[in-house]
Every structure is written in C-alpha cells, then in structure tokens.
C-alpha cells in the first residue's frame, strides 16, 4: 500500500495477511510505514505515485 500525505510525504507500507475473524473478534495490529520518500530540498509535494506491474518498483512525480 502506499499513501501520500499532505505532509509531503510517500510512504509505503506492507499489508499483512490477516486471517478472518471469529464473531465477535476484531485483529488490530498497527502498520508501520516501510519506506518514507519526500523531497528535502525543495519541500515539493508530490502530485502522483505508482507501483509498477510487479510491484517492485516505485514511481513518483511532482511540480516543480
């Protein structure tokens, strides 16, 4: 999964398989960014991002 945030900021994280639930019983467990990508120098915000097919990589774009 991979979020992009008002704080400038691309994070991506990894989605557990979680089995399914008895009645009654909820699974919480939090997630934890695995990657954080933003622009230090300029502070630009990004405008798109992509996985590609595979999932390998990670493409992002923005405005200068």
Do not use: H
């Not at 915000?45 to 595979?54: G, I, K, Q, R």
């Amino acid at each position: 999964m991979l979020t992009n945030s008002t704080d400038r900021a691309l994070r991506r994280f990894e989605v557990p398989s979680y089995p399914r639930p008895e009645e009654g019983t909820l699974n919480e467990v939090p997630l934890e960014p695995l990657q954080k990508f933003n622009d230090p120098i300029n502070k630009l915000s990004w405008n798109a991002a992509v996985f590609s097919p595979d999932g390998e990589w990670l493409a992002g774009g923005g405005l200068c």
